[in-house]
């Protein structure tokens, strides 16, 4: 990896991680110099970061008008969710036909911590329910699989960002329970009719009113992001 590369991953993952707790919203921008200062890394390392999240659909990277997070219609928001039914009822399917014991252990294990964060940590809520769905299809041995699932999760938060007037935890953790429940029994027609039911919830409490978007400082968030990186 070239050396810019490598001195991007800092900034790319404090943007993506801010992005999909919801601490920057959809539509907010995102100056490459206020970034550069917050990181203490050139425009060119930041740009490098607002590339690769453009690519993944977390940001708008626009010629002449600057990068801002990205905004996804009501309709792309219906699209990404029906390709989501898609992609993560193979995943269960799959997990249904392997050995059960490390599948479940590893799942009950970041169920726990989902648990733990109940009313504690709605940022923290947020990020480890979508990280319980990246780690279903990491679960599965397939890289392909496990890429697109990470990249539809990401674009699921945005979606939840912009239109959902509040987001429950604790329904979430109860529905991935049940979808745990079911892979233990290597049941996969039941598996996927659950994970169909918790993405029917989610995208019901999803797709609601748009939040306006609030003025917030780019590089306070960042710099409490990037700390946080660093411990």
Known sequence: ??????????????LRQAIIEQALKPG???????????????????????????????????PN????????????AHDIFEMRQCLE???VRRLCGMDPAPVVKALDTHLAEEQECL????????????????????LTGSPILAKYVNEIVSRCSLIVARFAVAHSA???VEEHAEIIAAIANGDGDRAATCMFSHLRGVQDRALLEPE?????????ILSRYRLQMSD
Request: include cysteine.
């Open 28 to 62: 907010v921008k995102l100056p490459e110099d206020s970034i550069g200062e917050t990181f203490g890394v050139s425009r060119t390392i930041v740009r490098n970061a607002l590339v690769r999240l453009d690519s993944e659909g977390l940001v708008d990277l626009r």
């Open 89 to 91: 009822g193979e995943v």
């Open 170 to 172: 604790e329904c979430g």
């Open 212 to 220: 306006d978007v609030r003025a917030e400082n780019v590089a306070d």
């Open 65 to 76: 008008r600057g990068a801002s997070v990205a905004e996804p219609t009501i309709e792309e």
């Open 119 to 138: 009313g504690k940590s709605a940022a923290r809520s947020i990020r480890l329910a979508g990280e319980f769905h990246i780690l279903l299809a990491e």
């Open 1 to 14: 990896m070239h050396k810019s590369s490598n001195r991007s991953v800092p900034v790319y993952d404090s």
